[in-house]
């Protein structure tokens, strides 16, 4: 005789949620990979962050939805394919399919190697750099459940996709980020305002009700 387990129910559950779940359904119809492509899609409606001949960097891009969103609204005709009016550079540690037109760098953000990988991309012909326009980090650690170590991980990250900023994006850029209710998320707003000019939580409406996710916009340097 068969037991079903808990965990074989609560997975059950969260298939027959992600199966019925409208952004899960537009994103197929829509053609991305990921219904988180409607999280930053709300952001950039709320704000106005992205166009056509921007330089965007996308970190924590895989599997690709945000990045699949971008280059539809860099495009002179907001197509999936074809001309990209722009500079659209992807990273994430894990593989992503291409997306074209997306300069894609696989790799570790934390790490100094890769860092100067994303650094060479924006390298112009005279050795200067190209400044960018828009930070965009649907980064997130693996959560080890300890909420002091998951806290300082978290807050890590953050603060890498801040220095990067500060470094590389023009004084009139943006930058978002993915963070999580917590330990970090008081510090990390801090940070925030002490880097830009406007500081704006959101919790997209594609964002699932019991995730304790959110993301901070920032606007402007400081």
């Known amino acids: 005789m068969k037991v079903k387990t808990q965990s074989k129910k609560v997975n059950k559950a969260w298939l027959n949620q992600h199966v019925n779940d409208p952004y899960v359904k537009l994103a197929h119809k829509e053609g991305y990979r990921a219904r988180a492509a409607y999280k930053l899609k709300e952001i950039d409606e709320m704000f106005h962050l992205i166009r056509p001949g921007q330089c965007v960097v996308d970190l924590g891009c895989s599997p690709g939805a945000w990045s699949q969103y971008l280059r539809r609204r860099m495009a002179p005709n907001g197509a999936a394919t074809g001309e990209l009016d722009g500079v659209l550079i992807g990273l994430d540690m894990l593989p992503m399919e291409p997306v074209d037109g997306v300069q894609f760098i696989l790799g570790d953000f934390r790490e100094e190697a890769v860092l100067a990988q994303l650094k060479d991309k924006l390298r112009l012909a005279d050795g200067s750099y190209r400044t960018v326009d828009l930070v965009v980090s649907d980064m997130a650690p693996n959560l080890s459940g300890v909420d002091s170590v998951d806290a300082a991980r978290i807050e890590h990250l953050v603060e890498l996709a801040v220095d990067f900023t500060r470094e590389h994006v023009k004084r009139d850029g943006a930058l978002v980020v993915k963070l ?22 959101v919790k997209p409406k594609s964002s699932r009700d019991k995730s304790s996710e959110t993301f901070l916009v920032g606007l402007g340097l400081k």
Not at 180 to 201: A, Q
Request: proline share 9%; charged share 25%.
């Open 180 to 201: 999580f209710h917590g330990g970090s998320y008081t510090p990390l707003v801090k940070l925030f305002k002490d880097t830009f000019r406007v500081v704006k939580p």
